[in-house]
């Protein structure tokens, strides 16, 4: 089955502690992006990757970090993370870009207290 | 930079009604395109459709239907005979420009509640 996904589903963490989201797809999509949904505010890409081992900011990319080194993984990575970066994540990748359909992982709710 | 602008928080309705849902986008390129996802209950984003900016037809989709018009910046999403199952949020987005095909400008999403 095509598919995008994500581990952990949830995630409960303290400031500071660094983690890990995985994100996996098995669509030999070149496309991958993560994007952070927050109430009123709809989603906001963070980070996108044309193709491994290129990746660039999207709108939010402070307190994240991400990696390509693989075609079908993209990880995000929060160093040192702050109750401001609870919230929904999501990952998503495209046959080539931004202007294909995405497809998208169940998501992953991190709190961070 | 660009924006998209979708007024409507939240919509109630009861089944069997049409509904329209906005979508307002700003963008100084020429070269851009729209989409329209739906993200039900269970939380998992669906494409429901996209449009680039050269093609200003009109699309129907069984009982979906988008209405582009360049002239006010608009993509509206209408669902006629509305049923339960189509409650869910509904985000329209953008990309455009230099960046067109990377950075995608999500709307703050409708929540459609459609009652029986």
């Known amino acids: 089955e095509a598919q995008v996904t994500q581990n952990p589903r949830y995630l409960i963490t303290v400031t500071g502690k660094k983690l890990t989201v995985t994100c996996s797809q098995n669509?030999?999509?070149?496309?991958m992006s993560w994007y952070r949904q927050d109430p009123g505010l709809g989603l906001r890409q963070i980070y996108y990757s044309m193709n491994v081992e290129v990746t660039d900011k999207g709108d939010v990319p402070e307190g994240y970090k991400v990696s390509r080194k693989e075609k079908r993984n993209f990880p995000l990575i929060l160093e040192s993370p702050s109750p401001n970066q609870t919230s929904l994540y999501f990952c998503a990748s495209s046959i080539a870009s931004g202007y294909n359909e995405q497809f998208f992982g169940p998501g992953t709710r991190l709190t961070v207290l | 930079a660009q924006k998209v602008t979708q007024a409507q928080t939240e919509i109630s309705v009861v089944e069997k009604e049409d509904v329209t849902l906005d979508c307002v986008y700003e963008t100084r390129d020429t070269t851009y395109y729209l989409f329209w996802y739906k993200q039900p209950p269970s939380g998992e984003l669906v494409f429901l459709i996209r449009?680039?900016?050269?093609?200003?037809q009109n699309e129907i989709s069984g009982r979906y239907s988008w209405n582009f018009q360049k002239s006010t910046s608009s993509f509206n999403f209408t669902i006629t005979a509305s049923q339960v199952v189509d409650s869910a949020v509904y985000f329209c987005?953008?990309?455009?420009?230099?960046?067109?095909?990377?950075?995608?400008?999500f709307g703050g999403g409708t929540r459609l509640m459609v009652k029986p």
């Open positions: 449009r680039n900016s050269f093609d200003e």
């Open positions: 669509m030999n999509h070149e496309y």
């Open positions: 987005a953008l990309t455009a420009g230099r960046d067109a095909g990377n950075m995608l400008t």
